[in-house]
């Protein structure tokens, strides 16, 4: 068989698309989507274990860095800051040079940064760093690592079709709350019995192995039979910019709005039951753990469902109501704990599982909203509009820790949750309304 006709062979259409064989392009299998999807995972999983794996060694950074509670909170926060600030620059780059260029030299670097952390930011005998000093190299490490999100769902939007991109970006997601149990899982014992620089050089070292994967695996996609993995993600191709088009701008605000109530469980969850629920470190972490895999598991099943019925913005909506339902809740909980102490060991436990039911509803609608904000905005915007859809979803990241030290003082745990599901509230009615069902692909 010539080159040719087996080129022309490979172009037999197929449900999952089939990139062909150019002097430029490298042939791809049908299922090499889902190693690219693979990839996307463990390099947001990687950065994860650092984003949300840190915040659940609170309680012993507090102690081993002597933190003041404020300080605490700026700490938190930083690396939300960081990744907040180059989320749409990322995005803008993605669009420009690509996934693969971007995700490899951001995940690598972060890897790089993580490993500086281990070696002049841990705290030993005799040397304490500044809480400025921690906080600074947090922020850099989310600077940098901020590229692994928009390049990340570029790409696999750029290989899924409609009908499987809810499912895929969700799984994406899923990356979130999974990289963050195992943060959960191993941080905090390690840095009880090894300190914090073997936690940074655990993190660096998961950054800088993912990288090795991305080298093998991602590769921008080309032609493919049946239609390109890269067709238009919208219907009809808008000519407005993602920056100028009022349903992004209301997604992304919406999307804001909640992630502040997930946050503020990532974050201060473990200050929370250590200092009112009076738990122990393993049973600390064994909460958190529990959001995170409630939480993956809600992402996996929203996508597809999603995508089944075609209703990603009141899928949006139901999270945000049902969200601000079960803070108030918990806030109410916590509230006649406080004042009937002789019902305590009823409410108490009760705040405890309302918590972690909680972190997983407002966990489980993030790859529906990212899927929605990229299918608005259009392909050749992707990279744009999940930057700024992340910009706003890690400027949440950065605002909530520092907000959450000033709510405590002010009005105590019950505030914090009550002010957390105000702004489930306010997501739900900044989310733009759902256009009529069964709208086709």
């Known amino acids: 068989m010539s080159v040719q006709e087996e080129t022309a062979t490979s172009t037999v259409a197929s449900d999952a698309p089939r990139v062909l064989t150019t002097s430029?392009?490298?042939?791809?299998?049908?299922?090499?989507?889902?190693?690219?999807?693979?990839?996307?995972?463990?390099?947001?999983?990687?950065?994860?274990?650092?984003?949300?794996?840190?915040?659940t060694t609170a309680v012993l950074m507090r102690a081993d860095y002597h933190?003041?509670?404020?300080?605490?909170?700026?700490?938190?926060?930083?690396?939300?800051?960081?990744?907040?600030?180059?989320?749409?620059?990322?995005?803008?780059l993605t669009d420009k040079l690509g996934d693969r260029r971007v995700l490899l030299s951001g995940l690598g670097l972060t890897g790089v940064?993580?490993?500086?952390?281990?070696?002049?930011?841990?705290?030993?005998?005799?040397?304490?760093?500044?809480?400025?000093?921690?906080?600074?190299?947090?922020?850099?490490?989310?600077?940098?690592?901020?590229?692994?999100n928009g390049s990340s769902g570029r790409a696999i939007m750029a290989w899924f079709r409609e009908g499987e991109r809810g499912l895929?970006?969700?799984?994406?997601?899923?990356?979130?709350?999974?990289?963050?149990?195992?943060g959960?899982?191993?941080?905090?014992?390690?840095?009880?019995?090894?300190?914090?620089?073997?936690?940074?050089?655990?993190?660096?070292?998961?950054?800088?192995?993912?990288?090795?994967?991305?080298?093998?695996?991602?590769?921008?996609?080309?032609?493919?039979?049946?239609?390109?993995p890269r067709q238009p993600i919208a219907p009809v191709p808008s000519a407005i910019g993602p920056l100028r088009n009022a349903q992004v701008w209301r997604t992304v605000l919406g999307l804001g709005a909640l992630c502040i109530p997930q946050i503020a469980v990532l974050t201060f969850a473990a200050v929370f039951l250590h200092d009112v629920g009076h738990l122990s470190v393993m049973e600390i972490s064994a909460g958190i753990v529990t959001v995170q895999i409630g939480a993956a598991i809600g992402r996996v099943w929203s996508g597809h469902f999603t995508d089944r019925k075609k209703n990603r913005r009141s899928f949006m909506k139901g999270c945000a109501i049902m969200t601000a339902a079960i803070y108030a809740v918990l806030g109410l909980f916590v509230a006649m704990a406080a004042h009937a102490p002789v019902h305590s060991e009823v409410f108490l436990p009760l705040a405890v599982v309302t918590l972690v039911i909680g972190g997983i509803v407002a966990s489980c609608w993030n790859g529906i909203a990212f899927t929605e904000l990229a299918t608005v905005a259009g392909m050749s915007h992707v990279g744009t509009a999940l930057?700024?859809?992340?910009?706003?979803?890690?400027?949440a990241y950065f605002v909530t820790p520092l907000a959450i030290p000033a709510v405590l003082a002010w009005l105590g745990w019950v505030g914090v949750w009550l002010v957390a599901a105000g702004c489930a509230g306010l997501a739900f009615l900044l989310f733009p309304p759902s256009p009529k069902?069964?709208?086709?692909a």
């Open 387 to 395: 930057g700024l859809g992340n910009t706003f979803a890690f400027g």
């Open 113 to 148: 940064l993580l490993a500086l952390m281990a070696v002049f930011v841990s705290p030993s005998p005799g040397h304490i760093p500044s809480p400025l000093m921690l906080g600074a190299s947090l922020v850099l490490v989310g600077l940098i690592g901020g590229s692994v």
């Open 67 to 92: 933190l003041q509670i404020t300080d605490l909170g700026m700490i938190l926060g930083a690396m939300g800051l960081g990744v907040a600030l180059s989320e749409l620059p990322w995005g803008l």
């Open 168 to 182: 895929a970006m969700s799984i994406r997601q899923v990356a979130l709350p999974g990289g963050g149990a195992i």
């Open 184 to 228: 959960a899982v191993i941080l905090p014992s390690l840095a009880a019995v090894a300190g914090f620089r073997a936690v940074y050089g655990v993190l660096a070292a998961l950054c800088l192995i993912t990288t090795a994967f991305v080298w093998l695996w991602l590769h921008e996609p080309g032609a493919a039979a049946g239609g390109s």
């Open 24 to 55: 430029l392009t490298p042939r791809f299998t049908p299922t090499h989507r889902w190693k690219v999807l693979g990839v996307g995972f463990a390099a947001n999983a990687s950065f994860a274990a650092a984003f949300s794996g840190l915040p």
């Open 437 to 440: 069902e069964g709208r086709s």
